[in-house]
């Protein structure tokens, strides 16, 4: 019994010296890479959940520009099982505790709404959701792409002649197709990748002139509550994709139906533009991606075109 016994304390003594050489030799930093899901690789020793515990430092960088920094804070959504953080601001470059095992969701940038932005230089949040490794350091980290300004969205329309930005005859009772495409900035997007999800575009159009405007490449959507009107004219509003780093949306085709009054140019039809990205649902605390919160407020960067609707931010003339 006794031999037992002291074969039992040199077992469970080599073990202990096996973790202890494990944490002090081959637990280095880690960024989430290979294995950062904690489940360790082949061949190596599989520390239990809740075992160790790691400092966790928040970063961010440009998602075109590398070598430099994004978002100044993030918002820990949640991390820890349990007793968990959640809803915890913390800056750019801090750290947590938590232990390996631990699950984590982060929203990297915590910018939701135009109160947090400037538009051309503050980045989309970006959303990452893992669980922490068996590490005695771990960096919580994602690139973040750079919001357009209004200058950097560019807007071109093509009448039925193919000719850019030229304007379109539209007689009453008439019926043409012209198209238009979107092209982003350098090194900027229109709308948040990060989400997956699309932008909107709304067309402004006085139905005694033009009785509908109809996109038929694209689904229509609700019109976003910072759109609204122009002198109680209609709004029609389409889904179109997020556009980063000099890329051109497809051309798509836009139908004009006149009403019954020979349009002018001064009956051009006005444009505005509502970019996507994630928000905080402050009913359910649960991140949300649209263009608007659960309030019907603007998310991203204020919207282009809505505060000149009527004067024309973008614009397809008519003659």
């Not at 560019?154 to 005859?169: G, R």
């Not at 007689?171 to 092209?183: M, R, V």
């Not at 002139?209 to 609204?228: H, I, W």
């Amino acid at each position: 019994m006794a031999q037992n016994q002291q074969n039992m304390l040199l077992w469970a003594g080599l073990i202990i010296l096996g973790i202890i050489v494990f944490q002090s030799g081959a637990l280095g930093g880690d960024t989430g890479g290979d294995n950062g899901d904690g489940t360790g690789s082949p061949g190596t020793i599989i520390i239990p959940d809740g075992f160790l515990d790691t400092v966790i430092t928040f970063e961010s960088k440009d998602m075109f520009s590398p070598a430099t920094d994004a978002g100044d804070q993030h918002l820990i959504l949640k991390l820890g099982n349990g007793g968990a953080l959640e809803n915890v601001i913390v800056s750019d470059g801090g750290t947590k505790t938590a232990s390996n095992g631990d699950d984590y969701i982060i929203l990297v940038g915590n910018a939701t709404g135009p109160g947090g932005y400037t538009a051309g230089t503050s980045y989309y949040p970006v959303l990452k959701e893992g669980r922490i490794p068996a590490r005695e350091t771990f960096t919580i980290a994602k690139d973040q792409p750079k919001t357009s300004a209004g200058t950097d969205l560019t807007f071109t329309y093509y009448n039925q002649d193919e000719t850019a930005n030229t304007p379109q005859s539209l007689a009453a009772s008439a019926e043409k197709t012209i198209s238009f495409k979107l092209s982003a900035a350098n090194d900027k997007c229109w709308g948040n990748p990060d989400t997956e999800a699309e932008n909107v575009i709304c067309f402004y159009h006085d139905t005694a002139y033009v009785r509908e405007v109809e996109a038929t490449d694209l689904t229509q959507v609700s019109t976003p509550n910072s759109a609204g009107k122009c002198n109680g004219n209609t709004t029609t509003c389409y889904n179109v994709p997020v556009l980063c780093d000099n890329a051109d949306s497809a051309r798509y085709n836009l139908v004009l139906k006149a009403g019954t009054t020979d349009p002018t140019v001064k009956n051009s039809i006005n444009v505005s533009f509502h970019d996507v990205s994630y928000y905080v649902n402050q009913d359910t605390l649960a991140v949300e991606v649209g263009v608007e919160d659960e309030d019907l407020n603007d998310i991203g960067v204020t919207d282009f075109g809505v505060a000149t609707r009527c004067d024309g931010f973008k614009s397809i003339l008519l003659s």
